[in-house]
């Protein structure tokens, strides 16, 4: 019996990079592997897999290893060392890794596995650099909606949030696009592909384009790339004749950023965040300009949910301006402000005592030496 490295793994030891994961596949059936291995404990149900000393193994998949590489998801992802250190991979992955290249493993693979599309985009997020193969398009192209809507919510959400953690965020969706499979998972952004993000002065794209733009200027905060991925959401539900303005499209993107957090399964702070986003996004743009009361509540809100640092990066990114150095500085005099014994533990009173503080705070504020010059 044979016990390989497999997979991803085997990619990044060859690319100069520390593995993240360890996946081990072995010859034989599982009876045999833990006959031979009495400390391994099968583990899951619908895949058959054993833990073994800390390690995920499984049997090849077509009782091969050929069979096991064609039957992977994409070309780079199907190599394997044995015990010796031999390296064992699929015809075409040495030279689509010097190429930087994704592509299906098979003329199947996505197919044999839908979830593989999300998979892939993710990977086109996290490595900006590489290439998509024309195959993978085809592959998505022709894979039917009801195929992907299929798909668990979980396996989305879970190379979703990787990708909005990736160098290039957009990337993931900008794939989905090209392979028409947007939809159902990101219905959204789908309709946005078509839809001017606003008036000639303002923006030149539509609004999937401004999307996307906007997710690419936050990457490094997953958090601060879906709200900028939620914060036009309402523009898709504008009256068309009222085009190319969007007017209150900030109160209308607040259902559908809950919507696609729920339908992604998202957590709880993904889901408060997209609908601040949606909501809040325009006023944050004008924040200097606003008065005291306005700007308190902002500041307020937007901390209380635990959201100011990806907030105001969105707000920065999508205003083209440094607003949260101004944030910052008025939310520090807001923390400032302390209740007086007398006022405190009165509930609704004690709520606009503080409000009341907060605004003479802000108006008292001197302002900021440096954005004066």
Not at 77 to 83: H, I, K, P, W
Not at 110 to 130: E, G, S
Not at 266 to 273: G, I, M, N, W, Y
């Amino acid at each position: 019996m044979e016990l390989y490295l497999v997979g991803g793994a085997v990619r990044d030891l060859l690319l100069g990079r520390v593995p993240v994961e360890l996946d081990f596949a072995f010859s034989g059936d599982m009876a045999d592997f833990l006959a031979a291995h009495p400390d391994a404990r099968p583990v899951g149900k619908s895949v058959r897999v054993c833990l073994w000393r800390g390690r995920e193994c499984m049997p090849l998949r077509g009782g091969s290893l050929e069979a096991d590489l064609l039957a992977r998801d994409l070309t780079v992802n199907a190599m394997a060392l044995d015990s010796r250190g031999l390296l064992r991979f699929h015809p075409e992955a040495l030279a689509d890794l010097r190429a930087r290249r994704l592509r299906p493993a098979s003329s199947t693979a996505l197919a044999d596995d839908p979830a593989r599309v999300f998979r892939l985009a993710r990977f086109a997020a996290q490595w900006p650099d590489w290439q998509v193969d024309d195959a993978a398009y085809g592959q998505m192209r022709a894979l039917p909606a009801a195929t992907l809507a299929a798909i668990p919510a979980e396996r989305v959400c879970r190379e979703l949030r990787k990708a909005l953690a990736a160098p290039a965020p957009a990337r993931f969706f900008e794939i989905l696009a090209k392979g028409n499979a947007l939809s159902p998972w990101f219905t959204e952004l789908e309709a946005a592909r078509d839809i001017p993000a606003g008036p000639a002065r303002w923006h030149k794209n539509s609004v999937l384009g401004h999307t996307l733009r906007i997710m690419n200027l936050t990457a490094g905060d997953a958090l601060a790339a879906w709200m900028a991925m939620c914060h036009d959401l309402g523009k898709v539900s504008t009256d068309p004749s009222l085009l190319p303005h969007h007017y209150g499209h900030e109160r209308r993107g607040v259902a559908p950023a809950l919507a696609l957090a729920e339908r992604l399964r998202l957590p709880v702070l993904f889901r408060k965040a997209g609908a601040l986003a949606a909501a809040e996004h325009m006023k944050a743009g004008m924040f200097p300009t606003l008065r005291p009361g306005t700007r308190r509540d902002l500041l307020w809100r937007v901390h209380q949910a635990g959201l100011s640092a990806p907030f105001w990066r969105l707000a920065d990114a999508d205003s083209n301006s440094r607003v949260s150095i101004e944030a910052r500085r008025q939310l520090a005099a807001l923390l400032a402000v302390s209740l007086p014994p007398d006022w405190r533990n009165k509930g609704e009173q004690s709520a606009r005592k503080l409000r009341e503080l907060h605004c003479r705070a802000l108006a008292e504020l001197p302002a900021d030496p440096a954005s004066t010059h």
